[in-house]
């Protein structure tokens, strides 16, 4: 990790981003290093773009919440009265407590500090020995609103309040694989971690498919041949490839129920990298999602989620298939994050230096370019 260093890390990574791709590298060094890049990031970033706070089926009734974290600026996403998704702040309005943790059901919002209490609307419904306040109003008083919505069954939050919603920057990833209805896929599993590498070491571990017959030469490597991986050019909001599987892993194929998917469809994986963070495999039998919140240059704070089509589901076997999956996929996060931990420590090196790009590093590039078109924004 390096002090200082944005505006010059900047300058490396808008002249990497220049060239061809025929004449591509990886990133510089610095925007992984950084400090100052790093806050860089998260201002003109995370701030700024729609995040990905996991599945709209995991709060699935009124009161179900979860809590996370956009750039300093704790957030709860619940599930309101009237069933809708809503997200707020997740700091009290009399003396700044975090108010919820984790995830849970709450009938009413209770701050732990001194008991007032909010509606699942963010209104203020109680406050305990207020009356002698002349100032105090409690139908003023409402937790910060946070714009939310769901796209195509996930939950996304941003702190912007003028951004395009995402049906709108996003309807040519729906153009793709809307054949797969990703929206009625079921969520079987979801967790946290930290991994000890920049954030953006993991996005483009995961755009990539190149290291997959090495890094996951125990699990899925076995499931991809390199020459049936296809790279096209990214898009402003995301990039994308996919891949023919052969037979190696019943799970990633169409189930035998579903009459939809024809020829190849039945055997695509897509793996798509919505900017900046929500990154997600969609094959026809099953889904599994990263999604990435910087801890620094050196960590990140990781939402893992994965579940499987709906015929999969009905299928009298489910239970097993959700066993299968979830054990194939912490085995496959096991040598991930072996890989990725390890890019980290060696471009910490002072001998390294980043070398150029496979053409089925397509994503790795559209990324970087991606990266250095936000951070020209004022």
């Given amino acids: 990790m390096q002090k200082g260093g944005a505006a010059e890390a900047v300058e490396e990574l ?5 060239e061809p791709f025929e004449r591509a590298r990886a990133m510089p060094k610095s925007v992984y290093t950084s400090l100052d890049f790093a806050a860089l990031e998260l201002d003109r970033i995370f701030r700024r773009e729609w995040l990905c706070a996991g599945r709209a089926d995991a709060l699935p009734d009124p009161g179900d919440y979860l809590t996370m974290e956009i750039a300093g ?7 309101d009265g009237a069933g809708t998704l809503r997200a707020m702040s997740n700091v009290c309005r009399h003396r700044m407590s975090t108010l919820l943790e984790g995830r849970g059901r ?18 203020l419904r109680g406050a305990p020995a207020m009356a002698a306040n002349e100032t105090f109003r409690r139908d003023a008083i409402r937790l910060p609103q946070v714009r939310c919505e769901e796209w195509l069954g996930w939950i996304m939050v941003t702190l912007a309040p003028d951004l395009p919603p995402p049906h709108a920057t996003l309807a040519e990833v729906e153009a793709l694989v809307g054949q797969l209805h990703m929206e009625n896929y079921v969520e079987a599993f979801r967790d946290d971690f930290r991994w000890s590498t920049n954030w953006k070491v993991l996005a483009e571990n995961f755009m990539e498919s190149y290291h997959l017959p090495v890094c996951h030469a125990d699990t899925i490597g076995h499931t ?3 020459m049936k991986m296809t790279c096209p050019e990214g898009r402003p909001a995301f990039n994308y490839h996919y891949i023919i599987k052969n037979d190696a892993l019943d799970l990633t194929l169409a ?3 579903n009459a939809v998917l024809q020829g190849d469809e039945r055997r695509t994986t897509w793996l798509l990298s919505i900017y900046p963070a929500l990154l997600i495999t969609l094959s026809p039998g099953y889904f599994w999602y990263l999604s990435l919140f910087p ?8 939402l893992f989620g994965g579940g499987l089509a709906p015929e999969f589901v009905r299928d ?28 980290y420590r060696g471009l910490c090196a002072g001998l390294a230096s980043p070398g150029p790009l496979s053409h089925l590093e397509r994503p790795n590039y559209d990324f970087a370019r991606y990266l250095d078109a936000a951070l020209r924004q004022d």
Avoid: S
């Avoid at 709450?106 to 209104?123: E, F, N, S």
């Fill in 295 to 302: 801890a620094g240059p050196g960590q990140v704070d990781v």
């Fill in 73 to 79: 600026e704790p957030i709860i996403v619940l599930r």
């Fill in 316 to 343: 009298p076997k489910a239970q097993e298939h959700f066993a299968r999956l979830r054990a194939l996929l912490d085995e496959v996060n096991v040598e991930d994050r072996r890989c990725v931990e390890r890019v």
């Fill in 106 to 123: 709450v009938q009413r919002i209770v701050c732990p500090y001194h008991a007032w209490t909010y509606g699942l609307d963010g209104h």
């Fill in 255 to 257: 189930h035998p129920d």
């Fill in 14 to 18: 808008r002249a990497m981003a220049a």
């Fill in 224 to 226: 991809v041949d390199l």
